[in-house]
């Protein structure tokens, strides 16, 4: 036998090969492969979402200030001849100097107006230092908390001092006065925006910053020490929120190019479209277009706002490739602060990316603060100038002869640039840079269409995109397009609304506001439309009405209740769930909502989805009905009865498959149980009372052979893996140890250590727990009190003690609560005992008082006492005193209060489900039971049902959380199995020549016959006696269960890889093991005698095992240690699970929606021993207790489906199996050792054969024709079909010739002659054909 690495060099791996693996392998379906089985039941980690501006602001005034002092040149300027003179593109000297300043006054306004037309705008022209003071501080005063913009030109004054000052004029224009950048600041206040158009600009900034840091510690100084001058004066104000832009360096002179303007920094920052195709057309660069010059370029037609033409189209193109180089180059807040907080800032910072550009070629780099990085170089300019010439090409022709205009090719070729990053790029890579491109184009008609399909496929990547999209200002934009009526836009906008919602869920805010909620109401009452986008829709919904009363109340408005009923029986999965689920939250803490459902029997309608083949589907279905009888409201007969119906109807899942809907259900009634808190403390007081006088016949007190075994205490033995439902943690002081050991101290039915109770323990001490360590935290109710209740309440009647009144469906519903307490998925048991200690806590907490407060009134008081399973009282620190251990402390002593001063040295006891506990014995009588006591009374402002945040404020499943992943992950991009590349489908693929590979060699073997079974090729000794074995049927590995533990061990390698707790209360044991999926991803299901199955994934491959599902697959098995326990038999081909055992049925669980398909009765009073199907056939083999061997067609109806019975043994059938062949035999083997063959169609044997008498176990090859016998009388025999021993073992090999004990289990390998054998004496070792075959 070659290993699996050869594997992969051997020559031999042939197409024939392949083709064979793809004949069986990919054909088959998966078990517990789904997503609700591979992830944790909760929500994505929120993103923090930091696209929502805080604080948008307006710039309301503007200051602008010109020292031109026209025709004089300040004297620290030696000006070029001839020299730059426009200013506002006006001549200063083709006019008189007045007039010339008052225009360009005039003109510098209205280049401003067309930026922020709503601005308070006022000139001061030529000033002294007094006018720019009162200008300046009128306007902070007008502007209060808004931004303020200050211009300033300083071309006819001399250049900025060291100092930190500008110059303006006297009043008679005879000196240049200095004004400080300090009192500039101090007039001008903050928030501010600062434009400097001056030679050595950029010293001015620099003085500003200094001024700002000198404020900044003045107030710390005077914060420090209130003698301070400054401390009795106004607090200046922070100059944090400052912006400032400057034309040039500190060391830089303007540019005096007479081709330029003179205020170049203004017009880039106020005209930028005309200064930007001036500077184009003095370029050297060679150009489309020949001859363009000046005079061309101003009869451009169009208007800057009309995008429409073609002087518009320009300006949107450079609003677009400014915006986006911006977006690409600047960090994201920075980004949001100037691009998004303020119109104005925004187009000036836009313009100022010009700026640099244009100016940088003339050796002058403008400055601004905050700093940007620089932007001149980035590749997006080329795209503009190949749109200005384009542009030029397109509309001078038209110039000359007036053709129609041609819209520029520029946003259709970015898109198909965003196009090409969707589909081409890597799984990791930087952000599109055309993504603020697309945020334009979604206002042109002409291409939204396509902007919208490529946004849908961005934000389809992931979370990350659609903050990406929404930091980038995506979202007023969507929000305003669900005003369009155009049919077409409509699926693309669920879906970009889906995914936003499912990332950030507090835009429901704005789309009520908005009316957005209309937009999608009508897609979902839509009948045209597909069903993923009614799903989309009803998700958006979904999340309107989460938690939120106003979108409540507006869609109640909008009919959603109605609309979602009509598709509640919808053919697609994943809308019938989320229709569910929005009817759930709409009547979430809405009593008008729940009272429109009530007359539209909107509770009757979603019966019909608690039994819908998809589990996702009933947990939305239980979940919506948890709400609907967890509202808060006062309670009117009718509602009673319609909260009892649903009660009832909820009870009938107790059994349900999926753990999801198990839990799902416990919280639903929790919810009941809230709203009647006090029938339900009168059910749990009856039960405590009931428990404690009544001892069940647990099949724990008669110990079976083996179970108690010092073995499990001794040193040697190996330590137990901690698992754990979910969480991978490998604890280093397990847990298990210590249960172990505990389990198997006999925790009598007097006292003993209820809180480590198997049920705590279930998952170790770690993350899972929800409860806090077990010495923090211990319940009322221990697992093992709650898991007699249930007994006792299955054993006697208990309608008849709990008297008229209550035999009701208070009762019936506690008797379900204690049921999923001993669930076997320490999930769902977690959640239940919470809910019973919740109620039991206040129950006791309220009976104790009666007691002592009113002796004279013991006739009518509630029963006393917790039970007498008592807890242990921790009272360290200032914690609440605990129900006491013993029934008689609770009459003799008042429990102290502790006192409140003292310092907690841990965290103090809290009820499982609520506030500190209730001080009891200071309860005046006429108190309600849930009141919360006297000294904590006014905490909640004594709101009526402020109590009932107890339980419904704990209890959640995450559920809906999760289901919204689905819409924040790819939806199309193609899963990884199918993806021919991944590294999934790679694997899978290797795995499936390995079993091509395991099931050719082997069957050369078989098929040239076995002679001999009696080479030892392994032994071991296992940490438990061995119970059930089952081979891996494709690699060398084998699972060995003893009572409640599953050990891994490689038998190529002698190795052991795996030990683990299987989780099982301590009165049962492992009875079934099966593989699943063991051609591909395997799992590893166990059944206990308590009809519990449990479905374990990452055993023996260093990672820590964890149980994926668990479920009740048999209900009413009483583990005993003389029955069968439970039989299952596993049918890959069509995930269908049998089982059966000390039942009178055999139960068929379709493993695909997770739910019982079938039960056929087997009309016998024995239990069923072996099980065995075959698929092809529809056929099941039973054997059983009393001897017959029964055979069931399962496409018959339950009276007819038995179509044959064998009584032809005497005793208990140990074995029955149907061979897998269309003519398949069936051999069936009793305790008596008689083998006999029957034909399924054929009432008598075909041939008979006998073995030895006494067996204890039996197996037959599938493949080899063999049959393997372990008697109580140590030692094995090996037949073949003939019935000819072909080999007895008796002894060990290698061990002095030990002998064999007596033989607890054995199993064949599938595929190759080995077989396992597990004995009493703890030994396991595995037997083989002689190695010339192998």
């Not at 054998?1317 to 070792?1325: A, E, H, P, R, T």
């Amino acid at each position: 036998m070659k290993m699996d690495s050869d594997l992969l060099h051997s020559p031999a791996v042939g197409l024939t090969e392949e083709e064979e693996a793809d004949m069986n392998d990919w054909k088959l379906p998966l078990a517990f492969m789904k997503k609700r089985h591979s992830e944790k039941i909760e929500g994505s980690k929120a993103l923090a979402q930091s696209w929502r501006m805080k604080d948008r602001m307006k710039t309301v005034s503007v200051a602008l200030v010109l020292c031109l002092n026209v025709g004089v040149d300040p004297p620290d300027v030696v000006k070029t001849s001839p020299c730059a003179r426009l200013e506002c593109w006006i001549d200063p000297l083709s006019m008189s100097p007045q007039k010339a300043l008052e225009t360009i006054g005039a003109n510098l306004q209205k280049q401003y107006e067309n930026w922020q037309p709503r601005a308070r705008y006022k000139q001061s022209l030529d000033p002294t230092v007094d006018e720019v003071k009162k200008l300046c501080t009128s306007l902070r005063r007008n502007a209060k908390e808004e931004r303020v913009l200050f211009h300033y030109n300083g071309h006819g004054v001399p250049r900025p001092t060291v100092n930190g000052e500008i110059w303006v004029f006297n009043k008679n224009y005879t000196q240049y006065i200095p004004l400080s950048i300090y009192d500039l600041q101090t007039w001008m206040g903050s928030p501010s925006i600062f434009v400097y158009d001056c030679s050595n600009a950029g010293i001015i900034v620099k003085s500003f910053k200094q001024f700002a840091l000198q404020r900044e510690q003045e107030l710390e100084v005077a914060a420090i020490n209130p003698s301070h001058p400054l401390a009795q004066m106004p607090l200046p104000p922070s100059m944090k929120n400052c912006i400032q832009l400057a034309a040039c360096e500190a060391s830089e002179l303007l540019p005096m190019n007479p081709d330029l303007p003179a205020d170049l920094f203004t017009s880039c920052l106020t005209t930028p479209i005309k200064i930007a195709l001036r500077w184009f057309c003095m370029q050297k660069s060679a150009k489309l277009v020949p001859g363009v010059t000046l005079d061309l370029i101003e009869k451009i037609p169009g208007r800057l706002n009309d995008r429409r033409t073609p002087l518009g189209e320009l300006n949107w193109i450079f609003t677009a490739i400014t915006d986006t180089i911006a977006w690409n180059v600047l960090p994201r807040d920075l980004f949001q602060k100037l691009f998004r907080q303020d119109l104005l800032v925004a187009s000036l910072f836009r313009n100022f990316l010009l700026a640099e550009r244009i100016m940088r070629s003339y050796n002058c780099t403008p400055v601004s603060s905050p700093r940007l990085p620089p932007t001149y170089m980035h590749a997006m300019w080329q795209a503009w100038d190949l749109a200005v010439d384009i542009c030029l090409l397109s509309s001078l022709p038209s110039l000359r002869r007036a053709t129609a205009f041609r819209h520029s090719p520029f946003f259709a070729e970015q898109l198909t640039a965003f196009q090409v990053w969707l589909t081409m790029g890597v799984e990791n890579r930087n952000p599109p840079e055309q993504l603020p491109i697309v945020l334009q184009v979604l206002l042109s008609q002409v291409h939204r269409l396509r902007a919208l399909d490529l946004l849908g496929c961005f934000l389809d990547l992931g979370p990350w995109a659609v903050s990406l999209a929404l930091s980038v200002g995506i979202f007023p934009y969507v929000l305003k397009l669900l005003q369009s009526s155009a049919r077409e836009l409509r699926p693309l906008l669920v879906f970009i609304w889906a995914k936003i919602l499912a990332v950030d869920s507090s835009c429901q805010a704005d789309l009520v506001k908005d009316n957005g909620h209309k937009y999608f109401l009508s897609v979902l009452a839509d009948s045209y439309m597909p069903a993923e986008h009614r799903t989309m829709a009803v998700f958006i919904l979904a999340v309107i009405v989460n938690s939120y009363n106003t979108g409540q109340e507006a869609c109640l408005q909008g009919n959603l209740i109605a609309n979602c009923l009509e598709q509640l029986s919808d053919p697609h999965p994943l809308l019938r769930q989320w229709v569910a689920i929005c009817l759930g939250r709409i009547w979430q803490n809405f009593e008008p909502a729940r009272w429109c459902g009530v007359r539209d029997s909107a509770h009757e309608k979603l019966y019909t989805l608690l039994s819908d083949p998809i589990p996702e589907v009933r947990c939305a279905a239980v979940f919506a009905l948890g709400t609907f009888v967890g509202n808060s409201a006062e309670r009117t007969d009718h509602s009673t009865t319609i909260d009892h119906n649903v009660a009832m109807m909820l009870a009938q899942l107790i059994n349900d498959g999926s753990p999801v809907v198990r839990k799902e259900l416990v919280v639903a009634l929790s919810h009941l149980v809230v709203q009647y808190e006090s029938n339900f403390c009168t059910v749990a007081l009856q039960f405590i009372e009931e428990e404690k006088n009544y001892t069940v016949p647990s099949p724990a007190n008669t110990a079976e052979p083996g179970s108690l075994t010092p073995v499990r205490d001794s040193p040697a033995i190996p330590r137990l893996r901690s698992v754990n439902s979910y969480t991978n943690i490998r604890a280093a002081t397990t847990a298990r140890n210590l249960n172990k050991s505990l389990q198997n101290l006999n925790l009598n039915e007097e006292g003993g250590p209820a809180a480590f109770s198997p049920g705590n323990l279930s998952t170790s001490s770690s993350a899972s727990s929800t409860l806090g360590s077990p010495d923090n935290d211990e319940y009322i109710l221990s697992f093992e009190t709650i898991d007699k209740m249930r007994r006792v309440s299955s054993y006697s009647s208990l309608n008849s003690l709990i008297g008229v009144s209550f035999n009701s469906v208070y009762t019936q519903i506690w008797r379900v609560l204690l049921h999923l307490a001993a669930d076997p998925f320490p999930e769902v048991s977690d959640l239940a005992m919470k809910v019973l200690n919740s109620i039991a806590y206040k129950a006791t907490m309220n009976a104790r008082p009666q007691r002592i407060l009113d002796s004279g009134s013991l006739t009518q008081s509630a029963p006393a006492s917790p039970t007498s399973k008592g807890t242990h009282i921790h009272q360290a620190g200032g914690s609440p005193p605990m129900p006491s251990a013993s029934s008689s402390s609770l009459t003799n002593e008042v429990p102290k209060p502790p006192a409140r001063e003292q310092p907690a040295t841990r965290p103090p006891y809290t009820p499982t489900l609520g506030g500190q506990a209730p001080h009891s014995h200071q309860f005046p009588r006429t108190r309600k039971m849930f009141d919360k006591g006297p000294e904590q009374a006014g905490e909640d402002g004594d709101e009526p049902g402020s109590h009932r945040n107890y339980i419904s404020a704990a209890l959640q499943t995450g559920l809906c959380d999760w289901s919204a992943k689905y819409f924040a992950q790819p939806v199309m991009k193609i899963p990884e199995e199918h993806d021919l590349e991944s590294q999934v489908r790679m694997e899978r693929q290797w795995r499936f020549l390995r079993n091509t590979r395991v099931r050719r060699q082997s069957r050369g073997i078989t098929q040239r016959g076995v002679s001999r079974l009696d080479d030892q090729i392994f032994i071991n000794r296992n940490p438990g006696v061995p119970s059930v074995v089952k081979f891996h049927p494709f690699n060398t590995c084998i699972a060995v269960a003893d009572k409640d533990s599953i050990c891994f061990w490689d038998w190529e390698k002698g190795e052991r890889l795996d030990y683990f707790y299987n989780g099982n209360p301590r009165y049962t044991r492992i009875t079934a093991m099966e593989y699943l999926n063991g051609h591909d991803c395997s799992l590893l299901l166990t059944a206990t005698d308590d009809g519990a199955l449990r479905i374990w994934k990452n055993f023996a491959d260093q990672k820590n095992p964890e149980m994926v599902t668990a479920w009740q697959g048999l209900s009413d098995m009483l583990p005993t240690t003389r029955g069968a326990g439970m039989v299952v038999d596993w049918e890959q081909e069509t995930g269908l699970l049998m089982t059966s055992g000390d039942v009178r049925v055999v139960r068929i669980w379709d493993t695909d929606r997770e739910m019982k398909v079938q039960d056929i009765p087997t009309g016998a009073d024995s239990c069923v021993t072996s099980l065995s199907c075959d698929s092809q056939r529809s056929l099941i083999v039973a054997g059983l207790g009393d001897g017959s061997v029964r055979v069931f067609d399962r496409r018959m109806g339950p009276n007819e489906c038995r179509v044959m019975t064998y009584r032809e043994h005497g005793a208990w059938v140990v074995k029955a199996h149907l061979q897998k062949e269309t003519d398949g035999h069936i051999i069936s083997v009793s305790v008596n050792g008689d083998v006999r063959f029957f034909e399924p169609r054929s009432p008598d044997s075909i041939n008979v054969l006998q073995t030895v008498k006494g067996l204890t176990a039996l197996d037959i090859h599938p493949q080899a024709n063999l049959f393997a016998c372990g008697s109580m009388n140590q030692f094995i025999a090996v037949y073949n079909a003939n019935g000819d021993v072909i080999s007895n073992i008796k002894y060990y090999d290698g061990f002095m010739g030990q002998r064999i004990g007596a033989i607890s289990c054995l199993a064949f390998h599938p595929h190759w002659p080995h077989l396992a054998v597990g004995s009493n004496d703890y030994y396991m070792s595995i037997y083989s054909a002689e190695k010339r075959l192998r």
